[in-house]
């Protein structure tokens, strides 16, 4: 399933991160960091990350999810509580690190003096970078937070799933990586700016933030309309016909989100006629008239299949995809163009890599996630009594 390539970039090579990260935002960008080159030590509780145990499935020791947000890492156990553990930490950062990335519970860096101020203090030049729950301050400030937390808290809920229906997760960890991706924003403008001044300095993320920005478009729609977005399905308010229907085989999205797009779906379902309906002519009328456009579409959707529709669609020029599952997505053959699946060094599975190229070449996983501790004796001069 995998593409070979050769030479793969490393533009971050040379570039040391410590992460005190665990479970999934603080990893992830940890994980973005060592698949572009730089040296990641992950600092680990003597029982290991929490994720390691979040499974089945498991493999290659640990859990898959923790794999897929490990790999290319360096595995440091420190009891952090432990007076000589904690400054052989504190040392590693002060004299190797670049960047610091923390996730750990409101407080706990900076009651172990491993805080942004305190480092920053003794390391200008470090770039420090706090992935919080509720953001850095505030009345919440001092919560713990996790992804379905802040996609309830956030709003994202309220506008997922099906009208009149208990609230709905969206399914990937969406707060998690989201957050993980704005610390990596951050933290390369950070160094940006220090390679002009010699200084790093504070980058502040959270999760509650993360979850405000998803919902921006839908916040935008409420402040202009005074309305409270309602959850659409597969759709999405403001543009109709967008959405799945059933087929005879599985289900289909089909995105007709302007008037010439429409036109082009009335023709491939066989009523150009609908086109000129002064209920459906443009999308505002189509919005508030979407009840009875997709009462119409329906039945004729579910009349045949996947594959036939979508030559259809395609031949009007109409952007459609059917509902894949997990290995669908897998085999496809755009996924295997695209190299997007990877072998990695020491894994038993291949990885979703990267999601982008330098000059058309994919960054490349190193190795596989570390073993608990691996790297303790390399990195720490003191390790941790247990």
Request: proline share 6%; net charge neutral; with cysteine.
């Amino acid at each position: 399933m995998s593409t070979a390539q050769a030479a793969p970039p490393r533009p971050l090579a040379g570039l040391v991160v410590v992460e005190l990260g665990h479970s999934v935002a603080a990893p992830f960008a940890g994980q973005v960091f060592a698949d572009l080159g730089a040296d990641v030590i992950k600092i680990e509780k003597p029982e290991g990350d929490d994720a390691r145990k979040w499974g089945p499935p498991f493999v290659d020791g640990a859990s898959a999810t923790f794999q897929a947000l490990n790999r290319g890492k360096h595995s440091v156990v420190a009891r952090l509580r432990d007076a000589a553990s904690c400054a052989a930490v504190r040392r590693l950062i002060l004299e190797r690190a670049d960047v610091c990335l923390q996730n750990l519970r409101p407080g706990q860096v900076d009651a172990l003096g491993l805080g942004a101020d305190a480092l920053l203090r003794e390391k200008p030049a470090l770039v420090y970078c706090n992935l919080g729950a509720f953001g850095s301050r505030g009345p919440l400030a001092d919560r713990p937070g996790y992804d379905p937390l802040m996609q309830a808290f956030g709003g994202i809920m309220s506008v997922v799933g099906e009208e009149g229906q208990p609230a709905v997760r969206v399914g990937p960890s969406i707060v998690d990586v989201g957050t993980g991706m704005w610390a990596v924003i951050g933290i390369l403008t950070a160094l940006l700016k220090r390679r002009d001044s010699g200084i790093g300095g504070l980058v502040d993320v959270s999760l509650y933030e993360t979850a405000t920005s998803w919902m921006s478009m839908h916040a935008a729609q409420f402040l202009a309309s005074g309305e409270l977005p309602r959850k659409a399905g597969s759709g999405t308010v403001g543009i109709v016909p967008y959405r799945a229907y059933r087929t005879a085989d599985g289900e289909l999205v089909v995105a007709a989100g302007n008037d010439k797009l429409f036109r082009g779906l009335c023709r491939a379902l066989g009523h150009a006629d609908w086109a000129a309906d002064e209920r459906f002519a443009t999308n505002p009328e189509r919005v508030r008239n979407a009840a009875a456009l997709y009462a119409l579409i329906e039945p004729i959707m579910r009349s045949d299949v996947n594959a036939a529709w979508m030559a259809r669609l395609d031949a009007e020029g109409v952007p459609c995809a059917p509902v894949q599952d997990a290995r669908q997505m897998l085999e496809h053959a755009q996924t295997r163009a695209l190299g997007l699946l990877q072998d990695v060094p020491g894994s038993s599975i291949p990885m979703m890599s990267l999601p982008l190229s330098f000059d058309g070449a994919r960054p490349r996983s190193s190795t596989a996630s570390p073993a608990l501790g691996a790297d303790t004796d390399h990195y720490l001069a003191t390790r941790s009594s247990t």
